[in-house]
């Protein structure tokens, strides 16, 4: 995987494994929550764009490394929760997360889109979730999540017959949030991307933590309360509202 910070505020992070359709292996499983924890503590980024190279999101997770780790119990074990830690640690990065998804997303692949914020696909993208074919029990925390995100009878659906599904369809389900005509994905997931970059990261955060703790069953407004108290002291609010005054774009500082 690389990763890259543009001066739009921007970072995009990249499968990039084009020759195995970006199929995913344990080092770069292992490698995720590294590259998200700099990219998190890193005051340019406001904004996390996930995709893959060479016009696939990501066929999944690596078969032929996944037969050879299933000899070993313990493997298989530290392998799940390898494969969850780096799903949590995309989850739970600070700032809105957008999947760009081009040609196959599917299961590890699809698991890491999920974990995303928002999910904009190529109107010729697939998308499924496939460990019934394989005999692989799919993990606890990948599972709720996409029940969360599309309700139990779809994640039954999407996983009990680990069908891939057309981009348009998985926008019926709630997997998807947006299907960009053929060929126009990179440029309109990266203006989207820059459009909520110029938006209060005040606000962002405030959001993505109440809209998760809401999802999760938790308390909300133990989730706003840290960003309450912070609001008293931000400038966020006086130059959203001088520039909304000013006929002009705002300029937001990033978070402190």
């Known amino acids: 995987m690389r990763a890259a910070v543009?001066?739009?505020?921007?970072?995009?992070?990249?499968?990039?494994?084009?020759?195995?359709?970006?199929?995913?292996t344990l080092a770069m499983w292992r490698a995720l929550p590294g590259l998200l924890g700099g990219l998190a503590h890193d005051p340019r980024v406001r904004?996390?764009?996930?995709t893959g190279s060479g016009?696939?999101?990501?066929?999944?997770?690596?078969?032929?490394?996944?037969?050879?780790?299933?000899?070993?119990?313990?493997?298989?074990?530290?392998?799940?929760?390898?494969?969850?830690?780096?799903?949590?640690?995309?989850?739970?990065?600070?700032?809105?997360?957008?999947?760009?998804?081009?040609?196959?997303?599917?299961?590890?692949?699809?698991?890491?889109?999920?974990?995303?914020?928002?999910?904009l696909a190529d109107s010729g993208a697939r998308l499924g979730i496939t460990p019934a074919?394989?005999?692989?029990?799919?993990?606890?925390v990948p599972a709720a999540r996409l029940v969360r995100l599309v309700g139990p009878a779809r994640a039954k659906y999407l996983l009990f017959s680990a069908d891939l599904v057309s981009a348009d369809r998985?926008?019926?389900?709630?997997?998807?949030?947006?299907?960009?005509?053929?060929?126009?994905?990179?440029?309109?997931?990266?203006?989207?991307?820059?459009?909520?970059?110029?938006?209060?990261?005040?606000?962002?955060g405030a959001v993505k933590d109440v809209v998760n703790a809401v999802a999760a069953g938790a308390d909300p407004q133990a989730a706003i309360e840290p960003w309450e108290r912070r609001s008293r002291?931000?400038?966020?609010?006086?130059?959203?509202?001088?520039?909304?005054?000013?006929?002009r774009q705002p300029v937001f500082p990033p978070l402190g």
């Open 170 to 204: 998985a926008a019926q389900f709630g997997l998807v949030d947006e299907v960009v005509a053929d060929g126009g994905l990179a440029e309109r997931a990266l203006a989207f991307a820059r459009t909520i970059a110029g938006r209060s990261p005040q606000t962002l």
């Open 233 to 247: 002291y931000s400038p966020d609010v006086r130059e959203g509202l001088a520039a909304f005054v000013e006929r």
């Open 6 to 24: 543009g001066v739009d505020g921007v970072a995009v992070l990249t499968i990039d494994r084009p020759e195995k359709r970006n199929a995913v």
């Open 47 to 50: 904004v996390l764009m996930l």
């Open 55 to 119: 016009g696939t999101f990501s066929a999944g997770a690596d078969i032929a490394e996944l037969l050879h780790v299933y000899g070993d119990p313990e493997r298989a074990d530290a392998y799940h929760a390898t494969n969850v830690a780096a799903e949590e640690a995309l989850a739970a990065f600070p700032r809105p997360t957008i999947a760009a998804i081009a040609g196959a997303c599917v299961g590890g692949g699809c698991q890491l889109a999920v974990a995303c914020d928002l999910r």
């Open 133 to 140: 074919k394989l005999g692989v029990v799919y993990p606890a």
